[in-house]
């Protein structure tokens, strides 16, 4: 403590000298553990890092400026990400059956999905109007991510060994999307968008 390691090294060395006090006795080299006596330092909690409101309007705003496939999918992905908070792994393995459809107006989409999370527990989570603009401009070209002929259950099809966009695909799209509206990719990651939803 007086060479001002963090705490987090401190109870790092702890558990090391613990756990080689705990072999020492199991040796019979000592009687006791020294270490016992050492109250564990308390781990400061860091405030998570997140983006303004203003930098993900950015971050969605290079996505509507461009037209292609490409473009009209990063654009789905952002809307729904930041409306819904989900996890990237939740928003990556979606389904065509997560997008609930109105049963009087088959063609509205429902402005929520139901999903499963972590623990398995179902969740709704919301979806507001610009997500849905965006969710139903990508599924008019959905199938030209299709690998040929094949049909795929997944919302955002890939023709990687999941079937699916990759969670580590998404990051790196949302990386080269923080260059192009000024923000440093640094900052930006997929949980960033989470708490920043929160």
Known sequence: ???????????????????????????HVREKNPVAMVRAPKKQRTLPKLLSGNEVHALIAVTESDTSLEGLRLRALMEIIYASGMRVSELVTLTTQHVQRDPR??????PYF??????????????????????RDYLAIREQFL????????????????????RQR???????LCLKAGIDPAR???HTLRHSFA
């Open 1 to 27: 403590s007086e060479r001002h390691f963090s705490a987090a090294t401190l109870a790092r060395r702890r558990s090391a000298l613990m756990q080689w006090f705990k072999f020492l006795i199991r040796e």
């Open 105 to 110: 107006h088959p063609k509205k989409i429902q």
């Open 114 to 135: 139901m999903i499963t999370g972590k623990g398995q527990k179902d969740r709704l989570v919301p979806l507001h109007g610009r997500a849905i603009d965006a969710l």
């Open 147 to 166: 690998c040929g002929t094949r049909d795929s259950a997944y919302l955002f099809p890939s023709t990687g060994k999941e079937g699916h966009l990759t």
């Open 170 to 176: 998404f990051g790196q799209l949302l990386k080269a």
């Open 188 to 190: 930006c990651s997929p």
